[in-house]
């Protein structure tokens, strides 16, 4: 069959593709290829098990209609500042206008109206004071806030609006290769995700890829098999950070999400938090090659004891090795070993103190660890000494900014890696060095996060319109 397009992965990028499209031509044939369910069967075990069971063929956390946009926190964020490179390709101010676009489709389809972390702008100035003592950086992100589960009803309603209005969804469906001839991008072929026994070829003249940070690996594999122009970028390790409410309470009323970047010493790397739930819940995902990685969630009713965040370390490769998805993959897989395949944690004070971290110590704490099935250890014993290093000297100077951040009791999970490593050469139309073909969200390296993988996919839609 041939199609006027074919898009490669359901998470934001291809959803909001498909859905400018339609806006703008409803009469383009469009096939959205998904490995994963539809959002209404995407369900984790662990709701009820309460221990992850490691779901096969893939983890329904990272995979299915809005990938893991519908089980993350649920948190757009409203700065160019925030979210990846994408403002270098296509201008800051010109993002900013696309955000604020963005931003009124999810309003369409039900966001919460209140924006975070704009009204107390005397305490902000006084939080940017201490960030600036410490060395720090307080980058100014309104926030809007949608909550996993809010989330997962807004994206219901966008599957299906998809639907009927035409676009063909096949779920279930792998793609595992794309066919190009003589520069040009002539398809995909497929399989069934499930049993994988037999190939089928669909056909367009154009070809979008969002294949999310789970597809990052796969696509570099595509990357190389076709001479599509490509760099190692940056890969991000860290830890999620988990205190109680009570230490972190001022700065989630007045910001909700404090984002903070430093350069500690020795190293001077680039260190930054992420990701931050107040009142939130650390959660497991699992990638492909099994995989287990450290994330978290923050719900709009269900609250817990907690405010959780990450801090990640920024790592760059180029020679003699030049594989940063690779080095995230073999420290997690040590994490993991360490864990017995579980996610690690350990005290704060316990790093200090060059001990491990034993699981009646965590019971007797004042911080109760939300990640039940977390296994007490050592993270030390695996994560590369720079990475830590960077990490405890970060936590130092936040504590400056948080008081009490820094405390004994405060724990610490891995592994948190970002596998958005690889970076698809593009130009300001999205299209990689094979014509037609074109690469969105973070698994081409330009996003990270909801909003701007969301934004990204408008764009490519409004881009394919004006090439009509």
């Known amino acids: 069959m041939k199609y006027d397009l074919i898009i490669v992965g359901a998470g934001p990028s291809g959803i909001f593709t498909a859905l400018e499209l339609i806006r703008k031509n409803p009469r383009k044939s469009i096939l959205l290829i998904e490995e994963g369910s539809p959002i209404e069967k995407r369900r984790c075990p662990k709701e009820k098990t309460k221990v992850c069971v490691n779901c096969k063929p893939y983890c329904h956390i990272t995979t299915g209609f809005s990938g893991a946009g519908a089980f993350s926190d649920g948190k757009l964020s409203l700065s160019p500042e ?29 966001a919460d109206t209140k924006i975070e972390g704009v009204d107390a702008k005397e305490e902000i100035k006084e939080i940017r004071r201490k960030a600036i003592e410490a060395g720090l950086k307080l980058v100014d992100c309104p926030i809007r806030h949608l909550g996993t589960e809010k989330a997962q009803d807004i994206y219901f309603k966008l599957e299906q609006h998809l639907i009927e209005k035409g676009v063909e969804i096949r779920f279930g469906t792998q793609a595992i290769d794309v066919i190009v001839e003589n520069g040009e991008i002539k398809g995909v072929i497929l399989t069934d995700a499930l049993k994988k026994e037999k190939e089928e070829t669909v056909y367009s003249d154009k070809v979008v890829i969002s294949a999310g940070r789970k597809g990052a690996d796969w696509l570099k594999s595509i990357c190389v098999k076709h001479n599509i122009s490509h760099r190692a970028g940056t890969v991000d390790i860290g830890v999620r950070v988990e205190v109680r409410n009570e230490v972190m309470e001022r700065v989630n009323n007045i910001l909700y999400e404090s984002k903070l970047i430093g350069y500690p010493a020795p190293f001077k790397d680039k260190v930054r938090t992420f990701c931050q739930n107040p009142g939130g819940f650390v959660s497991q995902e699992n990638y492909d090659g099994g995989l287990a990685v450290v994330n978290g969630h923050s719900y709009k009713d269900l609250k817990s004891n907690n405010t959780n965040l990450a801090i990640l370390c920024s790592h760059n490769f180029s020679h003699p090795f030049n594989e940063p998805i690779k080095y995230g993959a073999k420290v997690s897989e040590l994490l993991n070993m360490l864990g017995d395949g579980k996610i690690l944690v350990q005290r704060y004070g316990d790093i200090l103190d060059g001990k491990r971290t034993w699981q009646k110590e965590l019971s007797r704490s004042n911080v109760i660890p939300t990640l039940v099935d977390a296994i007490a250890g050592d993270i030390t014993s695996a994560m590369p000494y720079r990475t830590m290093t960077n990490i405890l000297n970060f936590i130092e100077a936040l504590n400056t900014v948080v008081p009490g951040f820094a405390g004994t009791e405060t724990l610490l999970y891995a592994p948190e890696v970002k596998f958005y490593s690889n970076k698809v050469v593009l130009n300001a139309d999205f299209e990689t060095s094979v014509n037609n073909l074109y690469c969105l969200g973070d698994s081409s390296g330009w996003t990270r996060g909801l909003m701007m993988a969301s934004l990204m996919g408008v764009r490519m839609g409004q881009i394919l319109v004006n090439k009509e």
């Open 82 to 110: 925030v979210g990846g490179d994408l403002p270098e390709l296509i201008g800051y101010e010109y993002t900013q206008e696309l955000i604020n676009y963005t931003d009124n489709i999810y309003l369409e389809f039900g």
